[in-house]
């Protein structure tokens, strides 16, 4: 039947998964801890080699002795069996795909590149069917719990590799350590089967095997037709045997019969998702066109076909008949490969997807987080902002509680020196302390001889601009407190007024005088508090003489007489 000779998966694949399970379930724990142990070693016999084979950079994505999912990791890019499949026979896989980052084991799930996936693997399966031995499915290192069948066939290339070693003398006979013997036919590659070879390896030994495992079983042989496909036989015999060796004689048949009807639903339901994927195929196929380089691949294979149908000549007709089916066969293959290759492809973009949005979602919540975080210490913050400004206000208060305790109205006197060229006559000033200053009195106006002057603070003849303005200097902070301050000099011509209040002639910064040092302040401590305060400054140069107000800062020339108030 068609429908069987182009089944996708494995059929000794299947019922060695059936049976697996019923084994699993019947066996008694020692049986399965025996078996666990058996296929421990034998994973490892098979890493240890392959890691020998490749050498020990090659193998560093294989431990010595890994689990059965480092295993299936380790080879699951499919370099490591080429590279070792090609030292044991040199050519058998023509092209290597390298992976872009050989350093890293690839974590399960993780997407790995289809392309070197699926060449890669695809061609040391292709290899190693056409050299006779053992396979597995390509799905085998998609998905765990199948690494026996990859350990068998390592085991067997092994076998191989060893047969070759010691001269390759007749025909290739399996190692003892291999579990599952499929085939025996000798290493010549047959062009005409391509694609085909696990399913026309008709092997007279696997029913014979289990022909010889009891007599109960005799239905059995019905699928013994179809087991032939995958040559697991053997394995399955094991199988069969671990599941019935505890097992009373007249448990057997219900046993048999259980098995035998879930292989039989396990099979349809295999089958039935089959058909329905080769409907869709072919659904979709009818209707993007026809695929040139499929028409190209089947055309080719229909002359290899042709080339090999040469050699029987005399069935020409059913040659023509095979050629055909071979070639929808090979068509309906590559359509069923490029099918799971699409599903892989949407397994990977599924997982991409499912990855960024948990990343997403973790980004979320620590955004969330920050956000929660950064909200307590703005609150914090303007909490301490109010408290500093109120702690700012009292302060405030306290200065300008400082100044008018020290007096509203404050009178300071200042002697000036003796003028350069000034004849130098002795001084009237007698004594000065710090607010009182003693001048020489004629005896007609003093009986002392002298007059004492109480000041705020007297400044002598020595002192500096910088000592005259270190007095007056915290009026101006009040001034930007909004209090109202004025600062004037008084006294008769030639005393020194505009000295002290704007500076000499010569203007440096040492001698500038109270005008110039007040607005330098005023300017600083309305810089330092821009942030909190705008401050508006302006200046207004006035001189009254002779009961008149000049305005002094008039750009024209002519200085603006105030009208006088009468
Ligand atoms: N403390 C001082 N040290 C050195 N020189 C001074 C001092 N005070 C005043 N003088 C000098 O004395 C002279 C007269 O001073 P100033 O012009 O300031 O007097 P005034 O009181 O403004 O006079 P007027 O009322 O006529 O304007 C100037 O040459 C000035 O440089």
């Given at each position: 039947?068609?429908?069987e000779?182009?089944l996708p ?12 399970k019923?084994s ?6 020692g ?7 058996e ?15 490749v050498?020990v950079?090659?193998g560093k994505?294989?431990?010595?002795e890994?689990?059965e999912?480092?295993?299936r990791?380790g080879l ?6 080429c590279?070792?499949?090609n030292k ?5 896989v023509?092209?290597?795909v390298e992976?872009?980052c050989?350093?890293l084991?690839?974590?399960d799930?993780?997407a790995?590149?289809a ?5 890669n693997v695809r061609?040391?399966l ?6 006779g ?10 998905q765990g719990?199948k690494?026996?069948?990859i350990?068998n066939?390592?085991l ?13 003398n007749g ?8 579990k ?11 062009n ?16 014979r095997?289990?022909?010889?495992l009891s007599g109960?079983?005799?239905?059995y ?12 036989s ?8 671990e ?7 007249e448990?057997i ?14 099979f349809?339901?295999r089958l039935?998702?089959?058909?329905e994927q080769?409907k ?16 190209k691949t089947s ?8 080339k090999?149908g040469?050699q029987y ?5 059913n040659?023509r008949?095979?050629d ?12 069923h490969?490029?099918?799971e ?7 990977e973009?599924?997982?991409i ?5 948990a990343?997403?979602q973790?980004?979320?919540a620590?955004y969330q987080e920050e ?11 303007a ?6 400004q ?8 306290l ?12 009178v300071?006197?200042?002697v000036?020196?003796?003028?350069p060229?000034q ?5 009237s000033?007698d ?10 009195a004629?005896l007609?106006y003093?009986r002392e001889?002298?007059?004492s ?13 910088e ?10 902070r009040?001034?930007l407190?909004?209090?109202?301050v004025?600062i004037?000099?008084y006294g008769q011509?030639g005393s020194g ?5 704007s ?5 440096t910064?040492?001698?500038?005088g ?7 302040d005023?300017f600083?401590l309305s810089?330092?508090?821009?942030d909190?305060?705008c401050y ?5 140069m006035?001189?009254i003489?002779n ?6 800062l ?8 105030y009208?006088?108030?009468?």
């Amino acid at each position: 039947m068609a429908t069987e000779q182009v089944l996708p998966f494995s059929v000794a694949s299947m019922v060695e998964d059936v049976l697996q399970k019923h084994s699993t379930r019947s066996s008694d724990m020692g049986l399965a801890s025996r078996k666990a142990e058996e296929t421990s070693l034998r994973r490892y016999e098979a890493a240890g080699w392959l890691r020998r084979a490749v050498g020990v950079g090659g193998g560093k994505e294989l431990p010595a002795e890994p689990t059965e999912e480092e295993f299936r990791l380790g080879l699951r890019s499919g370099k490591i069996l080429c590279y070792v499949l090609n030292k044991v026979q040199p050519g058998a896989v023509p092209k290597v795909v390298e992976g872009p980052c050989d350093s890293l084991v690839i974590p399960d799930g993780a997407a790995l590149s289809a392309f070197q996936y699926f060449e890669n693997v695809r061609n040391f399966l292709v290899a190693v069917e056409e050299l006779g031995l053992p396979t597995f499915e390509a799905s085998d290192l998609e998905q765990g719990g199948k690494s026996a069948r990859i350990v068998n066939c390592v085991l067997a290339i092994k076998s191989y590799s060893e047969w070759k070693e010691g001269g390759g003398n007749g025909s290739w006979k399996p190692g003892a350590n291999l579990k599952a013997p499929v085939c025996v036919k000798s290493f010549v590659r047959k062009n005409s089967e391509p694609f085909m070879n696990s399913f026309s390896r008709a092997s007279s030994l696997n029913e014979r095997s289990l022909q010889s495992l009891s007599g109960d079983l005799s239905s059995y042989n019905d699928i013994g037709h179809d087991i032939n496909e995958a040559g697991s036989s053997r394995s399955l015999n094991m199988l069969v045997r671990e599941v019935l060796s505890n097992k009373k004689q007249e448990e057997i048949p219900i046993i048999v019969e259980s098995m035998l009807n879930k292989v039989m639903e396990e099979f349809n339901r295999r089958l039935e998702s089959q058909n329905e994927q080769m409907k869709t195929t072919a659904k979709d196929m009818a209707e993007s066109g026809p695929d040139d380089s499929l028409s190209k691949t089947s055309s080719d294979d229909i002359k290899v076909e042709e080339k090999s149908g040469m050699q029987y000549k005399e069935e020409e007709s059913n040659d023509r008949k095979y050629d055909l089916d071979e070639g929808s066969k090979s068509l309906l293959l590559k359509q069923h490969m490029f099918v799971e290759q699409q599903q892989r492809d949407i397994l990977e973009l599924k997982h991409i997807l499912h990855s960024t949005k948990a990343g997403m979602q973790f980004l979320q919540a620590k955004y969330q987080e920050e956000f929660n975080n950064l909200g307590k210490h703005l609150y914090g913050l303007a909490h301490a902002a109010s408290g500093y400004q109120r702690v700012l206000e009292e302060n405030r208060k306290l200065y300008n509680q400082v100044q008018d305790l020290k007096g509203n109205i404050r009178v300071y006197c200042r002697v000036r020196p003796f003028l350069p060229g000034q004849p130098n006559r002795s001084s009237s000033v007698d004594h000065i302390e710090e607010g009182n200053i003693s001048i020489i009195a004629p005896l007609k106006y003093s009986r002392e001889g002298k007059k004492s002057f109480t000041f705020n603070k007297v400044f002598g003849p020595s002192a500096t601009q910088e000592e005259v303005f270190s007095d007056t200097q915290p009026l101006i902070r009040s001034v930007l407190d909004g209090y109202n301050v004025c600062i004037f000099a008084y006294g008769q011509t030639g005393s020194g007024k505009t000295y002290t209040m704007s500076g000499p002639k010569e203007l440096t910064e040492e001698g500038q005088g109270v005008n110039y040092r007040a607005l330098g302040d005023l300017f600083l401590l309305s810089e330092q508090r821009k942030d909190t305060i705008c401050y508006d400054i302006s200046v207004q140069m006035l001189e009254i003489y002779n009961e008149q107000v000049k305005d002094l800062l008039v750009s024209d020339g002519v200085n603006k007489r105030y009208p006088s108030r009468r």
